[in-house]
């Protein structure tokens, strides 16, 4: 099992910026990929970021290519997304989640998830 706990969701502006963090306890956190996931109101939930156990491969939604990124501390059992250029449209709740797979942005291959963390964008 492995418990994930978001945080550093919050209000800002557009244009601003937002570091999410994901705390991770139980099973060895380092054996798992980790993916970033957002629900808009009255969206289905969609693939953000995710990052290789090891850490050196990362991948991106287009809607956030070059905008946000996706890192871990290993030795912290946490990852992270860093928010730039925030946009009303990023405005959702977002998730963290971990999987046994890398390149994978198809919720199904995520075993365990957080709760999520709000995150709302104003104009």
């Known amino acids: 099992q492995v418990q994930l706990v978001e945080s550093g969701g919050g209000l800002v502006q557009a244009g601003g910026s937002l570091r999410l963090s994901c705390a991770a306890s139980?099973?060895?956190?380092?054996?798992?990929?980790m993916g970033w996931f957002r629900q808009a109101p009255g969206k289905e939930r969609e693939f953000v970021a995710g990052?290789?156990?090891?850490?050196?491969?990362?991948y991106y939604a287009d809607s956030v290519k070059g905008r946000f990124t996706i890192s871990r501390e290993n030795a912290k059992n946490t990852v992270y997304l860093q928010m730039n250029s925030l946009k009303p449209e990023d405005t959702a709740v977002y998730y963290c989640?971990?999987?046994?797979?890398?390149?994978?942005?198809?919720?199904?291959?995520?075993?365990?998830w957080g709760q999520g963390t709000q995150v709302t964008v104003s104009s």
């Open positions: 990052i290789a156990w090891s850490g050196g491969n990362t």
């Open positions: 139980g099973r060895a956190f380092n054996y798992y990929a």
């Open positions: 989640a971990a999987t046994t797979r890398d390149y994978v942005e198809e919720q199904n291959e995520y075993i365990y």
